[in-house]
């Protein structure tokens, strides 16, 4: 298949975007990278020794994607384009909404226009909200969302389900991710935040290589063994191949629901253990109060994905941490060969 990765150069998209390569796909990725490096998609190729096409565009740019649809034959969208930074989300609601509603829009109805109708969108574990028993299952209903890069991604569901219902051209998967962590076992490929990183495994990995002097752990009261949270966290490496096997599933027509997880809850405390185990890194750490929004703790029921798609996440903690670690390692400042740490600011 000819598949269309938007942004495809950034963390998730550009794991997949080898997976696809290495299934014998084709790739064509749009990324307008105000979040990721072109030299992502030059290390895919290398590790895949194959090429994709790469075009800088934007999603919400309706004459790039008509252009790109006229001049590249598509079969499939993999749409994983879009703002997710939880807090930014909150000071910038307009910008999220812009690009993570208004450009998936804009994006189906280029799609429409050009008659291509199966599409993979990257949906949340955090469309279940806050009131979902854990483990959490696709058929509970979508939740109270706490912050609008939340609400963002459950209106898409709910555009996307609308556009299946009025026209049964249309196969979409709903993907519900979890905590992806990881990195290409390579080192190559790896998750590359800007500035100072919003989630978990990036602060312990730059905390490990020196890039900043301690890890803080929001909250260490709550509801679970240790007081810290709970969440499943999967290899990026599963979670890209999990796009793979959805693809093929993009023949019947519908919105099909898929929570990727690995089914199994760890806390904040166990990771950063089992990090240190691994790495042989000390990460010192100070508990600060809770972060707003924050659930205490959920994991996936991802049996319909075995179930329906043969897809389960194979790999375990060890390889999560010995990759993250590895890719730290070799490349202390990501993509990029300088960077000046007391700019970026560390805390
Ligand atoms: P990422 O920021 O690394 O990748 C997103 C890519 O989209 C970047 O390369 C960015 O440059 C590009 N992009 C952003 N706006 C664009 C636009 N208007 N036009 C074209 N390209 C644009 O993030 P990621 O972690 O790889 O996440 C990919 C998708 O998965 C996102 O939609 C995200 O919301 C979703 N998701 C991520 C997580 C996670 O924990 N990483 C969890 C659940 C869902
Ligand atoms: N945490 C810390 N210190 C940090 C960063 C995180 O203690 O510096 C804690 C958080 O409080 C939370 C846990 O580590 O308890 C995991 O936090 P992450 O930010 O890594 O992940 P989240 O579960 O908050 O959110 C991630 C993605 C969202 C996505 C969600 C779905 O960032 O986009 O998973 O499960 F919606």
């Known amino acids: 298949m000819n598949v269309l990765v938007t942004g495809g150069a950034g963390y998730i998209g550009s794991h997949t975007a080898l997976s696809l390569l290495e299934a014998g796909h084709d790739v064509v990725v749009l990324d307008n990278l105000c979040n990721a490096s072109q030299e992502s998609l030059r290390r895919v190729e290398e590790i895949a020794d194959r090429s994709l096409t790469f075009i800088e565009g934007d999603i919400r740019d309706r004459a790039c994607l008509d252009q790109l649809f006229n001049e590249h034959s598509i079969h499939a969208v993999i749409h994983f384009a879009?703002?997710?930074?939880?807090?930014?989300?909150?000071?910038?609601?307009?910008?999220?909404?812009?690009?993570?509603?208004?450009?998936?829009?804009?994006?189906?109805?280029?799609?429409?226009?050009?008659?291509?109708f199966r599409l993979v969108f990257s949906s949340s574990a955090t469309v279940y909200g806050p009131d979902a028993p854990v483990p959490y299952q696709e058929n509970m209903p979508r939740g109270r969302t706490a912050n609008p890069y939340g609400t963002s991604k459950s209106m898409v569901e709910q555009i996307l389900e609308d556009v299946v219902r009025s026209d049964q051209s249309w196969s979409v998967a709903l993907l519900r991710y979890f905590n992806p962590i990881g990195a290409h076992p390579s080192g190559r490929l790896g998750e590359d935040p800007q500035g100072i990183p919003n989630n978990l495994m990036p602060y312990i990995a730059q905390v490990a290589v020196g890039r900043r002097e301690s890890l803080t752990?929001?909250?260490?009261?709550?509801?679970?063994?240790?007081?810290?949270?709970?969440?499943?966290?999967?290899?990026?490496?599963?979670?890209?191949?999990?796009?793979?096997?959805?693809?093929?599933?993009?023949?019947?027509?519908?919105?099909?629901?898929?929570?990727?997880?690995?089914?199994?809850?760890l806390s904040v405390i166990q990771m950063v253990e089992a990090f240190e185990r691994i790495s042989e890194c000390s990460i010192p750490y100070q508990f600060a109060p809770r972060r707003e929004g924050d659930l205490d703790a959920f994991w996936a029921d991802s049996n319909k994905a075995d179930a329906e798609l043969g897809w389960q996440a194979r790999r375990g903690l060890d390889d999560m941490m010995a990759d993250t670690w590895r890719w730290q390692r070799q490349n202390p400042n990501g993509y990029r060969t300088n960077i000046n740490t007391t700019s970026e600011g560390t805390s």
């Open 217 to 265: 752990i929001f909250g260490n009261d709550y509801a679970t063994t240790d007081g810290t949270c709970i969440r499943d966290y999967l290899h990026v490496m599963d979670l890209a191949e999990g796009h793979v096997s959805a693809l093929d599933r993009l023949t019947l027509s519908g919105a099909h629901i898929y929570n990727l997880g690995t089914g199994q809850g």
């Open 82 to 116: 879009g703002l997710k930074a939880v807090g930014e989300s909150v000071e910038q609601p307009l910008a999220y909404y812009a690009t993570n509603v208004a450009g998936t829009v804009t994006l189906c109805q280029a799609m429409q226009q050009a008659g291509v």
